[in-house]
C-alpha cells in the first residue's frame, strides 16, 4: 500500500473519525469513495476503536484513500491531528456512519472557488432518526455574516460542512476544551474573524441520529452538548462586546464560574421532546432530571404535558407521567 505523499497539496481533503462504528462503515465509506476526483483526498480516522472499525476501514485503502489509526484520543484531537497532516486547499467534514449524497463535495467545492468571499458552505440535509425510523429534512436558508445568527443557534450540524484551509488555520482549528460542540465554537470564532457563510439549498447530506452511543442517542451526551453548546455562545457574546474571549483569558476554570443561560432549559427540553416522540422514555426521564438541577421543570410546560397525556401513546405517556410527577407540578386524579 502506497500510502499518499504528505508533501503532495490536494485540492479538497475530507476528515471522518470513527470509533465503535464497523456496522455503518460500509454504506458510510462507500458514499464518500464513489465521489472521489483525482484532487481529493479522503482521510478515515479510527480513534482507538475496540470493535472491527479499523478493519472495515482499511479495507478501503487507496492511493486517495488514507486510513489512520490514534489510541483513543478524542474526537477534536483526532481531528485536529488528521487534518494537519495533511496540505489541502479545502477540508470537508463527514460524519462517521452518515451518508453524503451524490454531487455533495463537486457542488461545495465549486462554491467555495467561485465565491472566494466566502469561506463555510453546509447544505440541506435528509435525518434519519434510527431509533424511531423517522426521516426528516433540514433545509437551512443562510448567506453572509453568521455572528449575530450564532449567537442564537448552530447554522449547521458538523457532517455537512466543508471550509477553507485558510479559515482554518487562523482561527487555530477545533479548540480541545470543547468535548462537544466543538464545530458550534469553531463557526462562532471565525465568524469574529470576518468570515462568512452560505447553506446551499440542494439536498446533499443525510445525518444518521440516535445511533446508540452517540451523542443524540445518549442522553448524558446530550445534556453535556448542550452545556459546551452554551458555554461557546457565552464567549462568542463575549467576543462580540469587544472582550478578549473568557476562555483564552481564564482558562478553562472560567466554565464553572459561568451559570448556565435561561435558553438552556429551552434547549433541554427539545432534547427531553425528541426522547419523548421516539418514544425512549428512559431518556426523556434523564433529561427531566438534569431539568431539576437547573431549578425545576415549568410549571404550564408541564400542566400542558399533563392536560395531553391521553392523547400520547405509550411509553410516550409513561414518560411524560414520571417526568411531570418528579416535577412534583401533576397530580393524577385517576
Known sequence: MNYPDLSKRWKLMIVSVFYNREWMVEASVRSVVEQLEDD???????????????????????????????????????????????????????????????????????????????????????FHNLYSGRRYEKNVVFTGDARKRLLKKNIFHHGEVMYTRNMYEKTGGYRGFFRYAQDYDLWCRASCEGFKFHVL??????????????????????????????????????????????????????????????????????????????GDSVAALRICKELLVLGGIGEIFARFLALNLRRLPDPTTKAVRLAVRVAGVYHDES
Not at 90 to 103: E, M, N, P, Q, V
Not at 116 to 123: I, N, Q, S
Open 201 to 278: 439549498p440542494e439536498l446533499l447530506y443525510e445525518r444518521k441520529v440516535a445511533v446508540p452511543q452517540s451523542v443524540s442517542g445518549t442522553p448524558e451526551k446530550v445534556i453535556l452538548q448542550q452545556y459546551y453548546s452554551a458555554f461557546a455562545a457565552y464567549c462568542h457574546e463575549a467576543r462580540m462586546s469587544g472582550f478578549q474571549d473568557p476562555l483564552d483569558e481564564y482558562g478553562p476554570v472560567i466554565a464553572l464560574r459561568v451559570p448556565p443561560p435561561k435558553r438552556l432549559k429551552k434547549k433541554l427540553w427539545r432534547e427531553c421532546i425528541k426522547f419523548i416522540v421516539q
Open 40 to 126: 481529493q483526498l479522503v482521510v478515515l480516522v479510527d480513534d482507538g476503536s475496540s470493535d472491527g472499525t479499523q478493519q472495515a476501514l482499511k479495507a478501503w485503502e487507496a492511493d486517495n484513500v488514507h486510513v489512520i489509526t490514534y489510541p483513543n484520543i478524542g474526537f477534536v484531537a483526532a481531528i485536529n491531528a488528521a487534518i494537519r497532516l495533511y496540505r489541502s486547499d479545502f477540508i470537508a467534514i463527514h460524519g462517521s456512519g452518515d451518508l453524503s449524497l451524490k454531487g455533495r463535495f463537486r457542488k461545495q467545492q465549486n462554491f467555495l472557488m467561485n465565491n472566494p468571499a466566502y469561506d463555510v458552505v453546509g447544505c440541506s440535509s435528509v
